[in-house]
Structures are given as structure tokens and as C-alpha cells.
């Protein structure tokens, strides 16, 4: 049985080691900070409402990460989140050829934006993609590559340049 503090203990180090990724995780789906904050908030009261048990820091993170892709999700449903025209977001304080990245990158659908970011920008395997993502590895690469080649088409390089983001 966990006490108050420990829970307390537990959110307060989840929140300092995972918001950041989270807030990014959810900004590929919804294309929106405040959105995005808004659903690592819900995933942290998730995680204060039923104290789930790990087993080690990584299977924590990944539950993190499946939460919040689901809430994701959850939101992209909602009709008030449909009929709303959003705000582009400014990413302005961007160098500029990292902005044009990014853009190209938040401009891909779904299914190659989110294995994208997983593995440039937070450093998963293919393998841990495809367990969060509840998918085949070998469909995760296949995103991942189909990514890559609409990357390139987009931002351009040299025909033998390997795509670093």
C-alpha cells in the first residue's frame, strides 16, 4: 500500500523526468501547446487516480507515453476539438532550418509523425515504438522509411544524404 507521500513523491519525479516528452508526444497529435499541456495534465491525474504499479522507470514511461497518446486521441474525437479553427502555433524562436523540420515533419500524417518523433526526437527503437504504438515492428519501420522519403520530398537534400532530424 503506497501512501500519500509516496505518491506524491512518485508524480512529483514522473512530472520532472516525462512532462517535457509528454507535452511533445501530444503537440504531434494535436499541433497545439496549450492542448498538449492540457493532456499531460489529464494523464497526470490519470496517474493520481489509480496508482498503477510498475515495474521499473521504463515501463512507467511507457505507460506515460501510451496515456497520453491515448488522450491524444481521445481529444482529436471530440466535436468541440472538430469545429474549432485552431491557431498555428509560432515557432518562430526556431532556428530556421530546424523550424522548416519541424514544420515538415507536423505536417505528416499521423502514422509517420508519431513514429518520427519517437525515434529522432525521444530516442526509441523500432521495437519500443511498436510496443507503445501496439503495432508490428516491421510496420514501424515502414513508417518510419515512407516518413523519411515524404521528408525528403518536402525539405529536400542530396540524393545519397541520410535524414538526420
Known amino acids: 500500500m503506497y501512501t500519500s507521500f509516496d505518491i506524491n513523491e512518485s508524480v512529483r519525479r514522473a512530472l520532472d523526468l516525462y512532462s517535457q516528452s509528454m507535452i511533445k508526444i501530444a503537440f504531434t497529435y494535436l499541433k497545439n501547446v496549450a492542448d498538449a499541456e492540457e493532456v499531460a495534465q489529464e494523464v497526470f491525474l490519470t496517474y493520481l487516480q489509480k496508482r498503477p504499479a510498475f515495474e521499473n522507470n521504463e515501463h512507467e514511461k511507457a505507460w506515460l507515453i501510451r496515456t497520453t497518446i491515448n488522450k491524444s486521441k481521445n481529444m482529436l474525437k471530440t466535436g468541440w476539438f472538430k469545429s474549432r479553427?485552431?491557431?498555428?502555433?509560432?515557432?518562430?524562436?526556431?532556428?530556421?532550418?530546424?523550424n522548416e523540420v519541424l514544420q515538415a515533419v507536423l505536417a505528416l500524417d499521423k502514422k509517420y509523425r508519431?513514429?518520427?518523433h519517437l525515434h529522432y526526437y525521444e530516442g526509441y527503437s523500432i521495437q519500443e515504438i511498436a510496443e507503445i504504438m501496439q503495432a508490428k515492428p516491421a510496420t514501424v519501420g515502414t513508417w518510419l522509411a515512407r516518413g523519411r522519403l515524404l521528408l525528403k520530398e518536402k525539405i529536400g537534400g542530396l540524393e545519397d544524404e541520410e535524414i538526420s532530424l
Open 85 to 98: 479553427n485552431p491557431v498555428p502555433e509560432d515557432l518562430s524562436y526556431l532556428p530556421k532550418e530546424e
Open 114 to 116: 508519431i513514429p518520427i
